[in-house]
């Protein structure tokens, strides 16, 4: 059985390209729930419309929504994960351990990325995502336009990243996601780390710190 392993930190704090990163290197599976309500808007499916106006605002969607979206997920990725962007809340965390104590696994590691505010003002101006393979990062322009280093589909700013939408997530963080920081951290099961480094400093970082966890049984 794979790790179960969750990405926290604020609104571009780097949870999608570090957990990508990491799925891709402990071969686990992968799952942003931003880009999966993103989708779900853009599909205009029931959970879509639901979402639509909330992602547009900058809140957070009910936690019975994230359930339901969550459930069927965790079903089918039993083997190992890296979960971006969930549990935002405590009660989602509640549901992902109760889900997890019910088939005698724990979430291994939380990991916990730490950005100062103004550092991540200046990311959320220059961040782009790719509506064909969702992966969002800086923007590097090549003949004008922002190529998706992924796939080389044409990535483009999200609509919710307006300097006051960033303001609302980055509320939302401290008072909804915080909570759950602590109580990894008094789990003793955080993993915490300065993401101002370079991308790969970073990766290489948390791969290290999940190394002796899965040979001491120990976060570092
Ligand atoms: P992200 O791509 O992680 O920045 O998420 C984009 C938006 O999706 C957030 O600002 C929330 O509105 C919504 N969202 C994603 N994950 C969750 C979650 N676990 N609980 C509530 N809302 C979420």
């Not at 547009?56 to 459930?71: I, K, N």
């Not at 101006?125 to 969002?136: A, I, K």
């Not at 004008?144 to 980055?170: I, M, Q, V, Y």
């Amino acid at each position: 059985m794979g790790l179960h392993l969750i990405v926290l930190g604020p609104p571009a704090s780097g949870k999608g390209t570090q957990g990508r990163r990491l799925a891709q290197d402990l071969g686990l599976a992968y799952l942003s729930t931003g880009a999966l309500l993103r989708e779900a808007v853009e599909n205009r499916t029931p959970a879509g419309v639901e979402a639509e106006p909330i992602l547009a605002r900058g809140g957070y969607v009910s936690d019975q929504l994230m359930a339901s979206l969550m459930e069927p997920w965790l079903e089918t990725n039993q083997a190992g994960w890296v979960l971006d962007g969930y549990p935002r809340t405590l009660a989602q965390d509640d549901f992902l351990q109760q889900w997890l104590v019910e088939r005698d696994q724990r979430v291994d590691a939380a990991i916990a990325l730490e950005v100062p505010k103004e550092v991540l003002v200046d990311r959320i101006r220059h961040r782009v995502e790719c509506p064909d393979c969702r992966w969002s990062g800086q923007c590097v322009e090549v003949d004008g336009a922002c190529r998706c280093p992924e796939c080389g589909g044409l990535a483009k700013a999200r609509k919710d990243d307006t300097l006051e939408n960033f303001l609302s997530r980055f509320d939302e963080f401290s008072l909804h996601t915080q909570p759950v920081i602590e109580r990894y951290a008094e789990q003793g099961d955080l993993v915490c780390c300065d993401a101002t480094a370079p991308v790969d400093e970073v990766a290489a970082g948390l791969l290290q710190s999940l190394q002796s966890l899965s040979t001491d049984g120990q976060t570092a």
